[in-house]
């Protein structure tokens, strides 16, 4: 049911849905190996019993280690529990960490979520500036063979002339991270492709992209509507981690459905 990744030498895509999805293989280092999962997950639009199945298939299809998940809802007027708890406890094994600009304790939250297998050392979360955006960031320190690993997980203004804004979001989440020298890596949806200026800071040399540029033509799901663009990402500092395997998930329909309006991303990389 859940569509395979491709593993070929370089660069490889096909067609799926009108868009090219692709899957990128490259050497990894012979460091502790990290497994990531990156989903937006269209919080309760469509048919979503049939994509919550479908979701927890390709994430578990994946094993990752760590799971970042967008546009996270829970809502008690509909009967709606977390999203994110309710994937997690179908995944099992995993601790689960949510972030809302919704106050802790309101009947309706909608957020980011970070759920981990690993140990999670620390956790805490931000909303970013301007708040007037309602976007936030959630951290989480997880052990990695002992060593400690920060894992960030963000959403960024959407709009595509919102390039300034989501600077200064990056610029806010960059500047709450702890400065004690911890490997970094930030996953999410940017809404915005990596040539945008906007995410200058997670672009340079300092960060590489698990799911490097021409690897995919699109995250954002052509058969919900969308135009074919990555805007989903995992960055890894490139001193501390060495690029694997990466793919696009989620991009084949079962039954006519898809797990959400955009793709997922999965990669490996490797502590240095």
Known sequence: MIDRRMLLTGLAAAPLAGATVGCATRPAGSGRALKLVCFNI??????????????????????????????????????????ARTIADALGGYEMH?????????????????????PVLAHD?????????????????VSVGGRPVDIVN????????????????IADLMAWLPQDGTPLIVMGDFNAVQEDAGLNALTGARFFS?????????????????QPRVIDHIFAEAA????????????????GEYPSDHFGVAATVRLR
């Open 210 to 226: 698990a799911l490097p540029r021409g690897a995919a033509e699109t995250t954002l799901n052509p058969a919900k509507g969308h």
């Open 98 to 118: 949510f972030v809302s600009t919704d106050p802790e304790g309101s009947p309706r939250r909608y957020g980011n979520a970070i759920l981990s297998r690993l």
């Open 240 to 255: 501390h981690f060495a690029p694997g395997d990466a793919s696009v998930i989620g991009a084949t329909p079962v039954d």
């Open 125 to 141: 979360s931000k909303k970013l500036e301007p708040l007037t955006d309602y976007r936030t960031a959630i951290r989480a320190r």
């Open 154 to 169: 963000t959403h960024l203004a959407w709009k595509p002339e919102q390039a300034p804004m989501r600077a200064q979001q």
């Open 42 to 83: 269209w919080h309760n639009q469509g048919d979503w019993p049939a994509r919550e199945r479908l979701l927890i298939d390709a994430i578990r299809a994946e094993n990752p280690d760590v799971i970042a998940l967008q546009e996270v809802l829970q809502d008690a007027a509909v009967g709606l529990p977390n999203q």
